[in-house]
């Protein structure tokens, strides 16, 4: 099978749409299939199965800043790939955002599969954009979620009806982490910086007083961001507990989870699913998160890991002295999740995936 990808957003940029659009080619490709994907690009170098869609360029969406390209070169460009890669299936994510994946469903006769990745409780602009988006949607011969949540708003806003298959990615390459020299016995954060709402403040908040509690501890943050500015809302005589790794590859990512006495996902709102919290499970780490509907539902109402009322520092703080505390409490919750997590393997969810190309055949 010739199945074309579409990622709206940049592949240079650390995402989980981006991390399943590469898992999903990446899985498609070692079970025999032909794939290309077609994004916008920060990078000189990529894959040899992305084809870039232009230069990406910034967009605030969603509390974020998403890269994503626009604009009558980029249309240019993903009609001559939808062209010349004469796709069996074109599977397109976020349709819904000003990007390539929109431009796809203009451009091309499909089949198309969609994929919903976004979720809010509300949402103005894709109420008033539902009537422009609608003669590019209707070309979507099957929808899929990444969960309940995702299928809620696109049934609110858009309606139709959506399957939900989670994100995938390959929970052995996590599980086969090595804690570094440094590494061991942190408490470690992943995401970009500068979004507030990863709740990266939220943390750095509750440091001192975690560690007036526990002098040793180390707090290792990585991400992309301006970490001179993140550092400067802790007070200098704490600084030195905090170490911001900057971006860090995939492998670099299993070493600092498989050295994490706890892994803090202190969002403040507008996730969808979590697949941060997958990672973190799958190699191994301790979840404590946020109490939001997509963390709750990922780690089944608090059994795989332990919930808090987003952005409460207080409650951050007692929960995370509780877990470090509580070396027994912090295993039984590594062995749910190392367990739990099978179920978002590339293994698993992409034959779900191929199902639906099936059907749109």
């Known amino acids: ?96 955002t000003p990007s390539v994946s929109l431009l796809a469903l203009w ?14 409780v509300r949402s103005r602009a894709m109420s008033a954009a539902a009537g422009l988006l609608r003669p590019a949607l209707e070309k979507i011969d099957a929808r899929i979620a990444v969960s309940e949540n995702a299928r809620s708003m696109m049934v ?7 399957v939900v298959i989670p994100n995938g990615l390959y929970a052995d390459r996590l599980g086969a982490g090595t804690p570094r020299p440094g590494w061991e016995g942190v408490v ?9 709402r990863k709740g990266l403040g939220v943390l750095l908040a509750a440091v001192p007083r975690l560690l007036e509690a526990r002098p040793g501890l180390r707090v290792l943050v990585a991400g992309t ?13 704490y600084r030195h507990a905090v170490e911001f790794l900057g971006a860090i590859d995939d492998a670099a990512k299993a070493d600092l989870l498989a050295g994490s006495d706890l892994f803090v996902a202190p969002h403040l709102g507008g996730e969808s ?10 190699a191994g780490a301790p979840v404590l998160a946020s109490d939001l509907a997509a963390f709750r539902l990922v780690l089944d109402d608090g059994r795989l890991g332990r919930l808090f009322p987003p952005g409460e520092v207080d409650a951050l703080v007692a929960a995370m002295l509780e877990l470090l505390g509580d070396p027994q409490a912090r295993k039984a919750l590594s062995e749910a999740g190392r367990n739990a997590v099978r179920r978002y393997d590339s293994s698993r969810v992409t034959p779900e995936i191929r199902a639906v190309y099936d059907l749109v055949r």
Not at 110 to 120: E, I, L, Y
Not at 156 to 161: A, D, T, Y
Not at 188 to 196: A, N, V
Not at 225 to 237: F, I, K, N, T, V
Request: aromatic share 8%; with cysteine; proline share 7%.
């Open 273 to 282: 699913f979590g697949i941060v919290l997958v990672e973190a499970m799958a």
């Open 188 to 196: 470690s954060f992943l995401g970009r910086l500068d979004e507030p």
């Open 107 to 120: 451009a091309g006769d499909g089949p198309f599969v969609a994929t919903f990745h976004t979720w809010q």
């Open 156 to 162: 609110q806003h858009l309606g139709g009806e959506a």
């Open 225 to 237: 961001g301006d970490a001179a500015e993140a550092r400067r809302a802790l007070p200098a005589s």
């Open 1 to 96: 099978m010739k199945v074309g990808l579409v990622c709206p957003y940049s592949l240079g940029t650390p995402g989980g749409v981006q991390n399943h659009v590469r898992d999903l080619a990446e899985e498609l490709l070692a079970r025999g299939h032909e794939v290309s994907v077609l994004a916008p690009t920060d990078e000189t170098s990529a894959p040899s199965y992305v084809v870039p869609a232009g230069r990406a360029v910034g967009v605030p969406y969603n509390g974020s800043v998403a890269r994503v390209a626009f604009g009558p070169r980029t249309a240019a460009r993903v009609r001559t790939w939808l062209h010349d890669g004469g796709f069996d299936v074109v599977h397109v994510h976020e349709p819904t």
